[in-house]
Nanobody, 126 residues
Framework: QVQVEESGGGLVQAGGSLRLSCTAS???????MAWFRQAPGGEREAVAC????????YYPNSVKGRFTVSRDNAKNTMYLQMNSLKPEDTATYYC????????????????????WGQGTQVTVSL
């Protein structure tokens, strides 16, 4: 059974940076991982997705050029470097392991297979 755990959230001023980490245990070889976020009253959306080797990544336009996803498979860890943060980035950020679809244009979780972390809060103040 795959288990994931996030860390690194917090409060930061607009324009600042944060780095999130996600450790996955029991993740089979070859599985993609992702960061999703959900703001109060909003839907959960993918903000950064990465395949096993890091060759394919996905970012929505809202974070492209500001967020960078990476992973270290030897450490079973995925990272999200968030720069130039904006108040609209405020949300709970979730780590997800084993996706349904990942291309440069789409990233979707699987209702059956994707393992989710508990989430970590990111708050960006003016």
């Amino acid at each position: 059974q795959v288990q994931v755990e996030e860390s690194g959230g917090g409060l930061v001023q607009a324009g600042g940076s944060l780095r999130l980490s996600c450790t996955a245990s029991g993740l089979p070889f070859g599985k993609a991982m992702a960061w999703f976020r959900q703001a109060p009253g909003g839907e959960r959306e993918a903000v950064a997705c990465i395949d096993w080797h890091g060759y394919t990544t996905y970012y929505p336009n809202s974070v492209k050029g500001r967020f960078t996803v990476s992973r270290d498979n030897a450490k079973n860890t995925m990272y999200l470097q968030m720069n130039s943060l904006k108040p609209e980035d405020t949300a709970t950020y979730y780590c997800a392991a084993d996706l349904a679809i990942l291309t440069m244009f789409v990233c979707q979780a699987s209702q059956d297979r994707t393992a989710w972390g508990q989430g970590t809060q990111v708050t960006v103040s003016l």
